[in-house]
């Protein structure tokens, strides 16, 4: 009997680490390809809270790096973002808006965050509809949840589940 290997497409932001890491977690879990989203020009400590956190207020997309995500190969989407200001990061719109080939995908989300979330995921669910790609998951970690784990594994075990492999 064969095996159907799925491929996974991991795609985040990480401006301080903290998502990268939740991200690095999944792929040794779950295998895929880890595609890390940066601006094309580089937030430092005052800008992202200058610029950065209101540009992520008004839902803006930034220039990204890679310029074009293709998903054509992917079986599994999954995209993770920090919260900027209760909202999806403008590298995260950005990297959204840089998918290609996503019509009929399937993705997980999570949002890494101090302490609440916001409109995070209910922006990326909806950009990523106009995509035509379908949010079969959504998880929201805050700081503390990430130093415990439990919902780390929630995030692991719901991509296995994506994939067929529990």
Request: proline share 5%.
């Given at each position: 009997?064969?095996?159907?290997?799925?491929?996974?497409?991991?795609?985040?932001?990480?401006?301080?680490?903290?998502?990268?890491?939740?991200?690095?977690k999944?792929?040794?879990?779950c295998?895929?390809?880890?595609?890390?989203v940066?601006?094309?020009t580089?937030?430092?400590?005052?800008?992202?809270?200058?610029?950065?956190?209101?540009?992520?207020?008004?839902?803006?997309?930034?220039p990204?790096?890679?310029?074009?995500?293709?998903?054509?190969?992917?079986?599994?989407i999954?995209i993770?973002?920090?919260?900027?200001?209760?909202?999806?990061?403008?590298?995260?719109n950005?990297?959204?808006?840089?998918?290609?080939?996503?019509?009929?995908k399937?993705?997980?989300?999570?949002?890494?965050?101090?302490?609440?979330?916001?409109?995070?995921?209910?922006i990326?669910?909806?950009?990523?509809?106009?995509?035509?790609?379908?949010?079969?998951?959504?998880?929201?970690?805050?700081?503390?949840?990430?130093?415990?784990?439990?919902k780390?594994?929630?995030?692991?075990?719901?991509?296995?589940?994506?994939?067929?492999?529990?």
């Amino acid at each position: 009997m064969f095996a159907i290997i799925m491929k996974i497409s991991i795609i985040f932001h990480s401006y301080s680490g903290i998502t990268r890491g939740v991200a690095e977690k999944i792929q040794a879990a779950c295998g895929g390809d880890l595609i890390e989203v940066s601006p094309k020009t580089p937030y430092n400590k005052i800008t992202e809270y200058t610029t950065g956190s209101m540009r992520a207020r008004r839902e803006e997309a930034d220039p990204v790096e890679p310029g074009e995500i293709d998903l054509a190969s992917a079986d599994l989407i999954v995209i993770g973002t920090p919260v900027w200001f209760w909202k999806t990061t403008p590298v995260t719109n950005g990297a959204i808006n840089a998918l290609r080939n996503g019509e009929g995908k399937k993705a997980v989300l999570f949002a890494t965050c101090g302490s609440k979330a916001g409109e995070t995921i209910p922006i990326m669910k909806k950009t990523l509809a106009r995509k035509g790609v379908t949010v079969i998951g959504e998880h929201v970690l805050t700081r503390r949840d990430i130093i415990e784990g439990e919902k780390v594994a929630e995030v692991v075990d719901a991509v296995k589940a994506a994939v067929g492999n529990p």
